[in-house]
């Protein structure tokens, strides 16, 4: 069994930062791709950021691109989302996730190529 917990949510103003970790538990996943998605209230889950299992490659939605970066510790079997200038619309429920690495990267935006989900860490920016 594997587990996914996140920590580092809260309230936060915009224009600030916070910084997410997600530590997995069970078995190593060094060898997964590591995912961030999120869920406002009435939306869709959608992707945030990806990372490939060797922490080479890096995906990101276009609304949090230059303000957000994803990374990963494979020997902490931990994985991290630094966000800065935050706005009020990134507020929303924050999940990590593992999924299998593939050669088709386009997979990681889909939140059902990942198997393993943490429970989420809320993430409200007030103005």
């Known amino acids: 069994q594997v587990y996914l917990v996140e920590s580092g949510g809260g309230l936060v103003q915009a224009g600030g930062s916070l910084r997410l970790s997600c530590a997995a538990s069970?078995?190593?996943?060094?060898?997964?791709?590591k995912g961030w998605f999120r869920q406002a209230p009435g939306k869709e889950r959608e992707f945030v950021a990806a990372i490939s299992s060797n922490g080479e490659r890096t995906y990101y939605a276009d609304s949090v691109k230059g303000r957000f970066t994803i990374s990963r510790d494979n020997a902490e079997n931990t994985v991290y989302l630094q966000m800065n200038s935050l706005k009020m619309e990134d507020t929303a429920v924050y999940y990590c996730?593992?999924?299998?690495?593939?050669?088709?990267?386009?997979?990681?935006?889909?939140?059902?190529?990942?198997?393993?989900w943490g429970q989420g860490t809320q993430i409200t920016v007030s103005s």
């Open positions: 996730a593992a999924g299998v690495d593939s050669p088709d990267s386009g997979r990681y935006y889909f939140h059902s190529h990942y198997y393993h």
């Open positions: 069970g078995r190593t996943l060094s060898t997964y791709v």
